[in-house]
């Protein structure tokens, strides 16, 4: 799908629509950059909407962009790989973080410096979706999101495909 039919599908849904962008993927742009022609037209139409998504493109030139993104609507979670990582990533202020954890984690955790850590809760219980959860829709959220290794594959039951609603 083009971009822009993809955007265009997003400004279609209903005012407040929670939707999840790109299960698998990343932001616009090739490698390590983002295109920030497409993203801004993604928070663009987004706009009244509650979309959320993840990067792992959160290198320092980039960090204004997803700031953009976050204060305007479209949340950007910055995923890190270790809770040392969360650490660094939220001292960027440049949007809510989430972090992979060792698969045994059952319980909330912080990170080194300190801060809270909530495991999903659909990767630890039936019957909770993101449309329920909602936690990485949040941007102003202060506590990191946990995925424990192997709660990565649970969590894509919740979800849907790029550009549905949840
Ligand atoms: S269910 Fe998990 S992935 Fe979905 S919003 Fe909540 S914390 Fe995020």
Known sequence: MAWSDFCAS?????????????????????????????????????????????????????????????????TVNLSANTIEHADALAETGAGPVCVILPQDTKANTQTPAGRKVVICPATQREGVSCATCRLCSRAERSCIVGFPAHGIAKRAVSTVAQGGAL
């Open 10 to 74: 997003i400004a279609a849904l209903p005012e407040g629509t929670l939707w999840r962008h790109n299960q698998s993927g990343d932001l616009p742009g090739e490698g390590e950059r983002i295109d920030a022609g497409e993203l801004l037209a993604l928070v663009e139409a987004n706009k009244g909407r509650r979309g959320f998504t993840y990067t792992h493109k959160h290198r320092a030139e980039n960090l204004h962009l997803i700031r953009s993104a976050n204060a305007l609507g479209f």
